[in-house]
């Protein structure tokens, strides 16, 4: 009995020391882009291995319920981190004075695809001509596909661009467009290929679009300069984790696949296999470490904007970026 008791009060000593650490622990909020998917695999890796309590903080993982809510919330400081995108950082901070700063690149390009069935014979900017292109909507992609025509000396009023909303691939399946922009090749790639279809696809910064950082982590102004110490350690964590995904991806793929929402956004461990092999590469190269960000890639994007009239005044490098 005795032996019992004193396993029972170690237990309870235990558990309650535990409990202290929970409850001593900062915390963090940060809103994905989307669902769970392959690109945040080192952000599950670093909870599930305590990479962020190690660091006394208990990390929060907010799904958006509009693809704006993860540069909106955390400007208005309805959430400590958002996970959005260099172009949305400079058009809301130079037309619209957003206070928001990215503190790190989740990815060092863009995976921004064009995407045609094999029959169309599109393979670059040089087969758009008299062709009909569907998007997403928004300025940004009648932009890039005006440039892109334009790098290759082409007549950008010979394309036709029609919003199929997010209909992208459907709407090319079914031929109603000849091509469609604003894929991510991590994604509708590894999907459509899942589905025994025939494609062609091509990256549109190697057209005369600057590269870009797609995701990027994002915060307040403010919250940044009080809480310094705090986003040090949470590009601390999220390191670890990128280094165990880098390490062992299967492994982090199951622990992603544990916790996808399964209701709204289910995953293929087919497509998000093929999804991690395709991002690694893209989220560290040998030039840049993964989540750095430099002044010239942010500088080639305000100027690209500015020129094609989508910001309405040039800022300094300084004005979108934060650094430790």
């Not at 544990?258 to 893209?282: G, Y």
Request: charge should be negative; proline fraction near 4%; aromatic fraction near 8%.
């Amino acid at each position: 009995m005795k032996k019992i008791l004193t396993i029972l009060i170690l237990v309870t000593l235990l558990l309650s020391c535990n409990s202290k650490k929970e409850d001593n622990l900062k915390e963090v909020s940060i809103i994905l882009d989307w669902y769970p998917n392959a690109v945040h695999s080192f952000l599950y890796t670093a909870v599930e291995k305590g990479y962020f309590k190690d660091e006394g903080i208990k990390l929060n993982i907010i799904y958006p319920s509009s693809p704006s809510d993860s540069l909106t919330l955390p400007a208005a400081k309805k959430a400590d981190i958002g996970i959005s995108y260099l172009n949305s950082v400079i058009m809301a901070r130079a037309n619209e004075n957003v206070p928001i700063k990215s503190f790190g690149a989740i990815l060092q390009r863009s995976v921004n695809t064009v995407i045609s069935l094999k029959e169309k014979n599109i393979t670059s900017p040089k087969d758009f001509q008299n062709k009909i292109a569907g998007t997403s909507g928004g300025i940004l992609s009648e932009t890039y596909l005006k440039s892109m025509m334009i790098s290759q000396n082409l007549d950008p009023n010979s394309l036709k661009i029609t919003d199929v909303g997010f209909e992208l691939l459907t709407s090319m399946i079914t031929n109603q467009v000849d091509f469609t922009i604003g894929n991510m090749i991590n994604h509708e790639v590894p999907v459509i290929k899942e589905k025994g279809i025939d494609i062609n696809y091509f990256l549109i910064d190697n057209f005369g679009i600057p590269q870009a950082y797609e995701l990027i982590l994002v915060a307040n102004d403010e919250l940044l300069n009080q809480n310094k110490d705090t986003y040090t350690k949470v590009l601390k964590a999220m390191q670890k984790g990128f280094e165990d995904v880098k390490n062992n991806p299967s492994e982090s793929l199951n622990l992603l696949l544990s916790k996808q929402a399964v209701d709204q956004f289910p995953l293929s461990e087919t497509v998000e296999k093929e999804s991690l092999e395709i991002l690694l590469p893209i989220m560290e190269t040998p030039q840049n470490k993964f989540l750095t960000q430099t002044k010239k890639v942010w500088e080639n994007n305000v100027n690209w904007l500015y020129e094609n009239g989508i910001i309405q005044k040039k800022l300094p490098a300084e004005n979108f970026i934060y650094q430790f």
